[in-house]
């Protein structure tokens, strides 16, 4: 088992940055798979992403690419996501995720291959 907390989020104007941070207790955090989703109302949660348990390797949704910046301290149990030149569509609520299994490039964009979840932290940009 692993219990993770976020925090970091809030309301910040459009061009404006953000760290949002995931804590992990219980188990080995280094050796999960770890992730961030998002989800607005009356829509699916989305990857916006991830990073690889040993390689450290990392997937983006393209929406995001060049302005995120994902990255794990497993000696620290801690996640972050870097978000710079936020926009008004960033909007929505953030979610840490943590899978024990070593995922294809395709399943780190998929919700249910994860085994555990954080409560979620708001994130707001306002235009």
């Known amino acids: 088992q692993v219990q993770l907390v976020e925090s970091g989020g809030g309301l910040v104007q459009a061009g404006g940055s953000l760290r949002l941070s995931c804590t992990a207790s219980?188990?080995?955090?280094?050796?999960?798979?770890m992730a961030w989703f998002r989800q607005v109302p009356g829509k699916e949660r989305e990857l916006v992403a991830a990073?690889?348990?040993?390689?450290?390797?990392?997937y983006y949704v393209d929406s995001v690419k060049g302005r995120f910046t994902i990255s794990r301290d497993n000696a620290k149990n801690t996640g972050s996501l870097q978000m710079n030149s936020l926009k008004p569509e960033d909007t929505a609520a953030y979610y840490c995720?943590?899978?024990?299994?070593?995922?294809?490039?395709?399943?780190?964009?998929?919700?249910?291959?994860?085994?555990?979840w954080g409560q979620g932290t708001q994130v707001t940009v306002s235009s």
């Open positions: 995720a943590a899978s024990q299994n070593i995922l294809s490039s395709e399943q780190n964009y998929l919700p249910v291959a994860y085994d555990y």
């Open positions: 219980g188990r080995t955090f280094g050796s999960y798979t």
């Open positions: 990073i690889n348990r040993s390689s450290g390797r990392t």
